[in-house]
C-alpha cells in the first residue's frame, strides 16, 4: 500500500568550540557559535607588562628580539619572562600583537622552545594558542612547522603543557584545512582520543578542563570535514563522548562541549550505528531532564534532532522517556507569546512527529489507541496554535500507516476532526496545515474498510474546497486524497468524474511541468474515475476537457504502474466513447506509441499485453484503423505469439487474428 511518511525536523548547524584558557571556568557554545579563543587577562593596569613593568608596547620589541637570541643559544633560562611579556601584550591587542609576532620571525624559532624538557613549553603553547585566534597566523603556524613538536607534546604528562597544546592545536585548526591536514598527517586526533579513554573517569576539576579542551580541539579539527569526522568515528570516539557526558554530566563546560561535538558528528551517517549502541538516549533525556534554560533545551534538541532519524535510536528515546519530555514542554510553552517559548514549542512537537517515524516507536506510542501520546496529540488538532494542528495532523498521518490503525481511528472519529481542522484553513489558511491534514486523510484512506466510511463522512466535499489552491505540495495532497477514497468506489468516481470543475483542473495539473508530483497524480486521478466509474458521462466530460492526450503520454511513463493504468483507462474509452475520442487520439499519436510498447523488449507483460487489447478496440475507429494498417503491427504481435508469459501469448493470437480481419 502507498503509505507516506513525513519528516519534520529542525537541524542545527554544529558549532564550533570555545578553546578557553585554564583560568576561565564557564564556556558557553550556544551563545556564541564561533571560537571565543583563550584570553589572559592581566590583574595589572593596562600597558604595563607583568615581568619587568615597563610599557608593553615599549618592551615588546625587545622581548622579540631576546627571545630570538635566546632560543639561538639553546638556553631557555631568560625566556619566561620574554613569553610573559609576550603574553601580556597579546592579552591588550592580540591582532596587531600577532602581527608584530608574525613580521618579527620568532615563529621560526619556536619548535626548538617545545621540547618536553624546556620548562617554558607550556608558555610557549599558550603564546600560540593566542597568536592562532587570528586567521592570518594559522597558516604561519603550520609553515614554521609548529605542528610536529605540538603534537610530540601530547605524549607529555605535565597537564599544563597538555592543556595549552591542546588549546594551540584547536585554534590552528579551527576553519583552517591547512591546519588540520597537518594534525591529521602528524596523528594528533588519535593521540587526543586516546587521552580522553584514558582520563574519561577522573572526575577531578583540572582534568575536566584538560577534556574540556580536548573535546574542543576534535571538534575544530573535524568541523564540517566529513572525512575528518569519519576517522573519529572509526577511531571509536562516540562511545567515549558518551561515557563522558554520563559521567561529567555536572561539569557544565566539558557537557557542553560534548553535545557540540555530538552534533557535529551525528550528521554523518556513519555515526548512528555507533550512537545506537551506546547509551546516549538514556544520557540526552537525563540531563535534557535537568535544564531550565532555554539555550540548554536548544542545544541537546541539536543533538537528538539527527539521532532521532535513526529507528533504532528513536526507540531508545521513547524508551528514556523523551515524549514526557516533550509533552510537558509543550503544555508549559503552548499559551506563551515568548520568542523563546514559541521556538521550544515547535522544536518540541516537531521532535515528537519524528519519533513517529519509526515503525516500532510509533506503534509504542499508538499502543492500540491507548497510549498517552496518540490521546495527546487529538487534542492538538482543535487547537488554535497553528505549530500544534500542524504536528497533531502530522502525528495522525504518521500512526496512519498500517490498517490497523487506520480502521482504528476512523471508528473513533478522527476524520472529523480532520475536517473540522481543514474547514478551518480553506480561506487564506495554513498551507503546511492543509498539507498535513490531507496527508492524514489520505493515509486514512487507505484500507478499503474507510473508503465508503470517510465518502459518507463528506470527505471528498471538503478536499475539493482546496481546488482552487495555487500550492503544488496542497494540490498534491488533495489528489491523492481523491485517488485513494474513489478506489474501487463506482459511485464516488462517478459524481467526481461528473465534476466539471474538477475534470478541468484535473487537466490543466496534467501540464504541471515544474511540478511532477502534481502533474503525475493529476494523470492518475484522470485514469482513477475513468477505471473505477466505467461511465460514459465521465468518459465524455474527460474527453471533452482534453484529458485524452494526457492519458495518451501517461502511457510513455517510465513507471509501470502509470502505464498500465492509462492503457486501461484508454482502453475504457475506446470501448465507451471512441467516436467521441478518436480524433483526440489520432492527435496523440496513440496508434504509434502502442506500436512502440509492444515492439520495446523492456515492455512490462501487462504492458504488452493492455497494448493489444487496446489495438482490437481501436480497430472500430476507421481513421484509427488506417493508421495501424500502415504500420507493421502483424510481424510484432506475430512474434509476441511466443512470448514466455502466457496471457501475452494469448493475446497475441487473437490480436494477429483481428488484425487479419481487417486488413
Known sequence: MEREWRIISSHAHPGRADLKSHGEETLDPI??????????????????????????????????????????????????????????????????TSLKVQESGILHV????????????????????????NEFMRNSCVDTALIPPLVQLLNNRDQEVLLQTGRALGNICYDSHEGRNAVDLSGGAQIVVDHLQTLCSNIDAANQKLLTVFCGFLLNYSNDNDALQAQLINMGVIPTLVQLL??????????????????????????????????IADELVKLFKKQTEHEKKEMIFEVLAPLAEHDVIKLQLVDA?????????????????????????????????????GDESMQKLFDAGKGSVFQKVLSWLPSNNHQLQLAGALAIANFARNDGNCIHMVEIGIVQKLLDLLDRHVEEGNVTVQHAALSALR??????????????AGVAEQVL?????????????????????????AEAADKLGKNIKLVERLVEWCDAKDHAGVMGESNRLLSALIRHSKSKDVVKAIVQSGGVKHLVTMATSEHVIMQNEALVALGLIAALELGTAEQDLENAKLVEILHKLISDDSSAPEIKYNSMIMICTIM????????????????????????????VAQQALVTEQRLIIES
Open 31 to 96: 551563545q556564541s557559535p564561533f571560537p571565543r579563543f583563550l584570553s589572559e587577562r592581566s590583574l595589572l593596569c593596562p600597558g604595563i607588562c607583568g615581568s619587568c613593568g615597563m610599557s608593553i608596547n615599549n618592551n615588546l620589541n625587545d622581548a622579540l628580539q631576546k627571545l630570538k637570541l635566546t632560543a639561538a643559544d639553546g638556553t631557555s633560562d631568560n625566556v619566561e619572562g620574554c613569553l610573559d611579556c609576550l603574553l601580556q601584550a597579546l592579552a591588550q591587542n592580540n591582532a596587531e
Open 246 to 279: 554520563g559521567i561529567h554530566s555536572e561539569h557544565t563546560a566539558l557537557t557542553e562541549m560534548c553535545l557540540v561535538a555530538f552534533g557535529n558528528l551525528a550528521e554523518i551517517e556513519s555515526s548512528k550505528e555507533q550512537f545506537a549502541s551506546t547509551k
Open 110 to 133: 619556536f619548535p626548538r622552545l617545545l621540547s618536553p624538557h624546556c620548562s617554558c613549553t607550556a608558555k610557549v603553547a599558550n603564546v600560540i594558542a593566542e597568536i592562532a585566534k
Open 321 to 357: 522517556g523523551l515524549v514526557d519530555c516533550l509533552l510537558e514542554l509543550v503544555q508549559e510553552t503552548v499559551d506563551s507569546n515568548k520568542e523563546d517559548d514559541i521556538s521550544e514549542l515547535k522544536t518540541a512537537s516537531d521532535l515528537m512527529v519524528l519519533l513517529l517515524l
Open 465 to 489: 474546497k482546496f481546488l482552487k489552491s495555487e500550492m503544488p505540495p496542497v494540490q498534491f495532497k488533495l489528489l491523492g486524497t481523491l485517488r485513494m477514497l474513489i478506489d474501487a468506489q
Open 443 to 456: 493515509n486514512l484512506a487507505i484500507p478499503v474498510s474507510n473508503k465508503a466510511k470517510m465518502l459518507s
Open 620 to 647: 472500430g475507429s476507421e481513421l484509427l484503423r488506417k493508421e495501424a494498417q500502415n504500420m507493421p503491427f502483424k510481424e510484432v504481435v506475430s512474434k509476441l505469439r511466443r512470448h514466455e508469459n502466457k496471457l
